[in-house]
């Protein structure tokens, strides 16, 4: 009884554990893929903690699980179908996705390097840093659709195409009347 009460989510964590050594991937090359940290990743799979709906949705994406087998996982995770309120929902979890909705980060975050990753169902553009010796930092990771990736390579083409274009230098026509206004002065 003590066992279940301390790995309430061990069904769920199996599942991801088996995920994991099907794909023969280490902890590491996964808690690397999705962003979190080796310890986080292990309390998931022992079942002592569930991952957010992010990194959740991460997991799948990083297995390539089928839509089918991705809905069955997301419910063994506790998490509802779209449009049904989540029975399990406490005020904790209630205040946590309020929380992470309402942030907004207005920083801008350089980046040396990009890892797009396109597929049928969408892209998804990883930003990184290089750190001296080190492999790249991942700082922003971007999805989109396939259609919203296209425009945004249009938009992206045409603003760079704007900045290597010639500047026209606008400058105000002389006054008309100038030298009854220089003669009035002499």
């Known amino acids: 009884m003590r066992e279940k009460e301390s790995r309430p989510f061990s069904t769920f964590g199996k599942k991801l554990q088996s995920l994991r050594t099907k794909a023969r991937e280490s902890l590491l090359e ?3 893929a999705v962003e979190i940290d080796v310890a986080t990743l292990e309390n998931i799979e022992s079942g002592i903690e569930l991952p957010d709906e992010d990194v959740l949705m991460l997991l799948i994406s990083h297995f390539e699980i089928k839509d089918g087998d991705a ?3 997301w419910e063994l995770a506790g998490y509802s179908k779209l449009g049904e309120k989540d029975p399990i ?8 996705q309020i ?16 890892h797009i990753n396109a597929q049928k169902t969408g ?3 990883n930003f990184a840093q290089s750190c001296g010796s080190v ?6 990771r ?7 990736a296209q425009i945004l390579l249009e938009q992206l083409q045409e603003s760079l195409q704007k900045l290597n274009a010639p500047r026209v230098i606008k400058a105000l026509p002389a ?7 220089t003669e009035k002065k002499k």
């Open 30 to 32: 996964v808690s690397g």
């Open 99 to 114: 929380m992470m909705v309402i942030p907004m980060d207005n920083r801008i975050i350089f980046s040396d390097t990009a």
């Open 135 to 140: 492999q790249p930092q991942a700082v922003s």
């Open 71 to 73: 809905v069955k996982l």
């Open 175 to 181: 006054p008309k009347n100038q030298k009854s206004q």
């Open 142 to 148: 971007i999805g989109m659709s396939v259609e919203q």
């Open 123 to 125: 892209v998804v553009i």
């Open 89 to 96: 929902l406490n005020d904790d979890q209630l205040l946590k």
